[in-house]
């Protein structure tokens, strides 16, 4: 209470003597500047209290502080997010090589040679596709059987037991696995 008393009797001692200053002047033509700059002086001294409050204990300065560091948090939970995402991504990259790896050793099994091996995989870690491409070649003593089915499409013995393999471990349907067979 008692600084509001003292901040009153600071405006009113203020006002007393601008209106004295102002009397005493020689020439009204300086009234304007005098009356100008009093203003001035007069809006800061209306201010000092709550100046006083901002400023009081670097207040201003712990509110920036403040509302920086929960920006800066912002930014690493967003970082943090980002990593996780890129290392979830990784992941499921480096499953779809490992996999493409084991089905390809199926398909040597199968006597087949491999030229190119995809695997995609579903965000839950699903397999969503296997892509062969393989091709048959004939070695020395070896005859690779083909298949001619009623509408003209060539079958491969190997090629179906490849399939069937991929369908029986990795527990998919034929429709997730395209094996595309090069002849020569």
Known sequence: MEAIYGWVKNIVVFYIL????????????????????GG?????MLLTPLLEFLFKEDYLFNQISYEAFW??????????????????RAYLSEYE?????????????????VE????????????????????????????IEKITLGDNSREYPQVMKLKEKIMDFYEVTDRQIRITVKEG
């Open 40 to 44: 001035l002086l007069l809006v800061v």
């Open 18 to 37: 601008m209106t004295a200053v102002l009397h005493l002047l020689p020439k009204s033509s300086y009234q304007k500047y005098v009356r100008f700059f």
């Open 71 to 88: 920006q800066q948090a912002d930014t690493v939970k967003l970082d943090v997010e980002g990593m996780e995402e890129f290392q979830r």
């Open 97 to 113: 090589r490992a996999i493409a790896g084991d089905v390809a050793l199926l398909a040597q099994e199968e006597e087949l040679a």
């Open 116 to 143: 190119e091996a995809s695997v995609t995989l579903n965000e839950d870690y699903s397999l969503a596709l296997v892509a062969l491409t393989v091709r048959l070649t004939e070695g020395e003593g070896m005859h």
